[in-house]
């Protein structure tokens, strides 16, 4: 058996799992068994979580985010509930790509990617540690707000806007109040539509 301080993280891929395998004649069969015996858990083909007897911490799950389907990066419901800025929190990690849009349910749970136009894509997108082993990309605030605004139907005019974000998504407006205005405004140049109707109302 590998040492269990063999791994310095929960969430492994074939490569990293092949470097710790070397020793073995057939490395796909010794995978293979690792798979029976829950030692490790397949989140999709290559990508696995470590089980008993290897995990030592909870995995994350904005990790494996990044690692299923890319480029991505967290964004909409996952993002502001990630930042505090709505009450619910969200079962289904949400990112936003600019692949096709795709759908994985996995043992970790669900994982939606939704796509953007390359050219909405980079701008707001930050690298985020989450601790000394993990680093995710992520939407910023204002980033997520734009992205949750451009996937949402049409919004006519202010009453419509405040109806969505304070009714519909229950962001407080001390959280709208903290977003940065530089940040929204070069959104609002990129995006248009209901970003700039948003960015309109708040900070011209």
Known sequence: MIGKESFTIEEVDYNYLKSFLSGYKNIRVKINDM????EIVR????????G????????YRETLSNLIYGPSYISLE?????????PEKS?????????????FDTPAGRFSYRYIHPDLYTEGVSLLSLDEKHNILIASREKAIADILHFTDRIENTAELKSYLFENLRIEETEIIKLKKNDLKRLAKIYGGNV?????????
Do not use: D, H, Q
């Open 43 to 50: 989140i999709k083909k290559g990508l696995y979580i470590l």
């Open 35 to 38: 798979l029976k015996k829950k």
């Open 52 to 59: 008993e007897p290897y995990s030592k911490n909870p995995f």
């Open 78 to 86: 996952y993002a502001l509930s990630f930042y505090n800025m709505i």
């Open 91 to 103: 079962e289904t990690v949400t990112a936003v790509t600019n692949k096709r849009n795709k759908v």
């Open 196 to 204: 700039l109707l948003f960015y309109r109302n708040y900070w011209r």
